[in-house]
C-alpha cells in the first residue's frame, strides 16, 4: 500500500504543472453553439433590445392544458411523477394516432409512433439511428440549421440544395435529384419551411417521394409547423401516401400548436423498424419524453381546438403586419410572402449589405463568430443589434443559400413588431 | 417534365419489388434494447407478476413540489410553457449551486453547473462530447447497464474493471490502475454503485481521484443515489475536492430525492469548458430539459426538505425487510449488505444456477435474447418471471461480472418484497 502511494506521487510530481486538458470528441469539435443562440447570447449585452429573433409562440398555453395538467397532478399522482415505460404514455400515442388519421396517416400508436422530447428529441435520435459516417444528406436551403447540424454531430455530410428566391422556394425535384449520389442515405423536408415560410405543393412533395423510394432513401419531414398555413395552402404529408410510407420518418410536435415549446414532447411517425431503433436511442439518451409533459399533450390533444385556428388566425394576422412594413422599405427588403409557419426570409439590398460593416461591440462580436458566418448578413444583424436594438438572425444560420437574408419571426408581439421596424428605418435612412 | 415523370416510373418499376431496406447506423447496430427493458416487455405476458425489477421510489412527490408547481402553472404562465434558454431556469441552478455547498462542492451556477433532462441527459451529452471513436472508458463491474451502452454507443470501448464480491464491491483501485491504457479517456464511478449499493469511501475515492488526475482522465461520477445511504455511511463526491475538480464530471438528480422520475430533471457539474459543449450537445438533442419540470425542481430544492430523510429512512428500512428475507434463503442467495441505492446484488447458489433450465415461453424469450445475455442467471430470472410470477433482473444485465446474480430493487411496497419472496421460496422449494 505504502509503496503503491509513492509510486502514485511520482507520478503527480510529473504532472504537477499540468491541468486537465480536455480533448472532445471529433463530432463535439464539429459542433458550435448555433448561430442563433449566439445572436440570443449577444441581445444581452443590449438591455433594451427588440426581438424578431425567437421561435416562439407568444401565448400562454390553452386554459384546458393548464387545467388537464393541474387536474393529472391529483388524479394521476401515484403515476404522473413517474417514467413512462413504453414509447409514449399509450392514451397519447392513440390520441395522436387519431389526430393523424385526419391527416390520412394511419399509424399503429404501439409500434409505429414514438412519443419524443419534443420534435426536436425525434430528430435526434432517429438521426443517430440512421446517419452513419460519411452519410450524405440531402437538404434543401434555406433550413432549419438544426437539421444540418445534427446530420454533422452524426457523422454525415450535408448536402445543401438551393430552394431558388425565384421560385418561390419551392422544392426543386431535379436540384435535388442531382444531388443524390452512392452515398446519399436521406432527404430532409421541413414543411412549412423555417425560415422560408413555404408551403410545398402536394405535387412536389409526391415528386420527393418517388425520388426517395426509387433510391431507397429515408425522407425526414419535420413538420413542426404544420397546423400553421396562411391564404387557404394546406399541409401535406407524405406518410399519408401508403407507396412512400416506408421512406418517410416523420416529426410533429405540440409545441407550436397548444403553445408549448418549452413541455418537450413531440412524436416520430415512421416504419416499425424505425420507431424500435429510435426508441433504443430515446432510451440511452434522455430515458423517455417527460411524464408531466406528457399528461399535458394528452389534455391539449382531447381537449376542445378552438384555440388552434385562433393561434393560426392571429399569426396569419401578424404576418400580413409583418409584411406591409417589409412592403414599406422596398429599398432595404425583397421578399417572399409566406404561406406557412411563423418567419419571413428577406433578402437584403446591395446597398445594406454593402455598407453596414459592424462597429464597436459588433465588430468584435464579429471577430467572434466562425469563419462560415462571417458573412455580411451576420454583420448586418450585428450592426442592427448594437446600432438599433433589434434581434434578427443572419441568413447564414440557415445553410450557404441563406446568405445576404434576414430572418424575421412574426412571433413576437404586433407592438414589438412595429418598433423593430420603426427602429430598422430610422436607423438605416438616418445612416444613409 | 413528362419525360421525367417516365423516368421515374422506370425507376419504379425497377425497385417495384423492392421494400424499403433500412441500414442502421453502425452506433445503433451495436444499441440493442436493454436487459431490463427486455424484462419489462416480457413481465407484461404475465398479468399477475410482482416486481423487484424497476428503480422507481414508489412514492408520491412531496406534496410541496405538486403545489409549488400547480402554483407556477398559474402564476408563471407566461414563462412556464417556453424553452428556458440558458444552462436551466436561472434561480434552480442557483439552488443547485446552494445545494451543492452543502456537500462541499463549489460550482458556477451561471458556468459550471448544466441542467439536463435527468442525470441520463447529462451522462448522454457528455459522453458524447468526450467519448470519441475507440476511447478506452474503465468501468468498475458490476456497473449501471446505461455507462456501458452509452460509452458503446459513442464509439468507445468499455473497460470493465471488476469490484469484487469479496471486498464488498468496494473500488480496487489498482485493478483500476492496470486497465488504464494509453487509449484510456475515462473512468465511470456510480457511487452509491447500481446494483451492488455500495457506498465507497472517500480514502478508494481519493485514490481514483489520484489515478484520473496523475494520467489526465475524466472522472465520470455518476450521484444518482447519493442521499441514500444507510447505517451511518456517507456520500463523498470528488467534486468537492479542488485537485480533482476539473477531472470530474459530476451527474446529480432530483428523480430519486424528490420521487420525480419521470420529470427529466438532473445537473452536469463540471469545468466550464465541458459544461460548455455539453450544453451544445444538448442544444441539437432535445433543445432544453422540459421548463414545467424545472419548475417542479425549483419548488423541490427550495421547499422543505423533511421528505428526503422520510424517503430515506423508509428505503433503510425496506432494505432490511429485503435483506431478512435473503437471510432466510442461504440455500439460494449470498449477498453483500448494501449500504446505498435501493438495490441488492445477490449470487444465485450453484444449485439455482445450474438447475435452473428455462422451460416453455420462458425458453422461447431466452432464445430470443442476444448471445452475451444467454447466462445462466438469464435463464434464472426468466424462469422466476414465467414460472413464479417474480420480475428480477439478470446479473449479466450489469457487466459481465454480473453473471450468476440476480438484481433486486427495494424501491418496492413491503409486501410486495415479501410476496415476491414467498413466491420464489416455494417455486424453488417445490421444484427441488
Same sequence: chains 1, 2.
Avoid at 178 to 199: H, S, W
Amino acid at each position: 500500500m505504502e509503496s503503491r502511494e509513492r509510486s502514485f506521487t511520482r507520478r503527480e510530481l510529473s504532472n504537477e504543472l499540468r491541468t486537465m486538458q480536455y480533448r472532445f470528441s471529433r463530432r463535439a469539435q464539429r459542433t458550435d453553439a448555433s448561430l442563433i443562440r449566439r445572436m440570443f447570447n449577444y441581445a444581452a449585452d443590449v438591455p433594451d433590445h427588440v426581438s424578431l429573433g425567437v421561435g416562439i409562440p407568444p401565448f400562454e398555453m390553452p386554459w384546458y392544458v393548464t387545467a388537464g395538467l393541474t387536474e393529472a397532478l391529483q388524479t394521476e399522482a401515484s403515476h404522473i411523477n413517474k417514467y413512462t415505460l413504453g414509447k409514449g404514455l399509450p392514451p397519447l400515442n392513440e390520441a395522436v394516432a387519431e389526430r393523424l388519421k385526419r391527416k390520412g396517416i394511419v399509424a399503429d400508436p404501439k409500434k409505429e409512433i414514438l412519443t419524443t422530447a419534443g420534435a426536436a428529441g425525434g430528430i435526434f435520435c432517429t438521426f443517430m439511428a440512421l446517419i452513419d459516417e460519411g452519410d450524405e444528406v440531402v437538404i434543401p436551403s434555406p433550413a432549419y440549421a438544426n437539421h444540418i447540424d445534427v446530420t454533422v454531430f452524426a457523422g454525415g455530410v450535408p448536402v445543401t440544395v438551393p430552394l431558388m428566391e425565384s421560385q418561390n422556394y419551392e422544392l426543386d425535384h431535379t436540384a435535388i435529384e442531382n444531388a443524390i449520389t452512392e452515398k446519399t442515405k436521406a432527404i430532409v423536408l421541413c414543411n412549412p419551411n423555417n425560415p422560408t415560410g413555404t408551403v410545398y405543393t402536394e405535387e412536389a412533395l409526391r415528386t420527393v417521394g418517388q425520388i426517395a423510394k426509387a433510391r431507397n432513401l429515408i425522407l425526414f419531414e419535420d413538420n413542426a409547423y404544420e397546423f400553421l398555413t396562411y391564404g387557404g395552402k394546406r399541409h401535406f404529408s407524405l406518410a399519408s401516401v401508403p407507396e412512400y410510407r416506408d421512406n418517410v420518418v416523420a416529426f410533429f410536435t405540440s409545441s407550436k400548436e397548444h403553445a408549448m415549446t418549452g413541455l418537450r414532447v413531440g412524436w416520430v411517425v415512421a416504419n416499425e423498424e424505425v420507431v424500435e431503433k429510435a426508441f433504443g436511442v430515446q432510451d440511452l439518451n434522455y430515458i423517455c419524453p417527460p411524464s408531466i409533459s406528457q399528461y399535458a399533450a394528452l389534455a391539449a390533444l382531447t381537449g376542445p381546438q378552438d384555440h388552434v385556428e385562433e393561434f393560426r388566425q392571429e399569426f396569419e394576422r401578424r404576418r400580413d403586419v409583418m409584411c406591409r412594413r417589409l412592403d414599406e422599405m422596398p429599398e432595404f427588403f425583397r421578399y417572399v410572402k409566406p404561406d406557412g409557419a411563423y418567419y419571413v426570409f428577406p433578402r437584403l439590398s446591395e446597398d445594406v449589405l454593402e455598407r453596414r460593416s459592424p462597429k464597436g461591440k459588433a465588430q468584435q462580436r464579429f471577430g467572434e463568430i466562425q469563419g462560415k458566418f462571417q458573412t455580411a448578413d451576420t454583420a448586418v444583424a450585428l450592426d442592427l443589434l448594437y446600432g438599433a436594438g433589434v434581434v434578427a438572425i443572419p441568413g447564414i444560420a440557415f445553410g450557404p443559400e441563406g446568405k445576404g437574408h434576414l430572418r424575421f419571426s412574426f412571433a413576437a408581439e404586433e407592438d414589438d413588431i412595429h418598433m423593430a421596424f420603426d427602429r430598422m428605418g430610422s436607423y438605416w435612412r438616418r445612416a444613409a
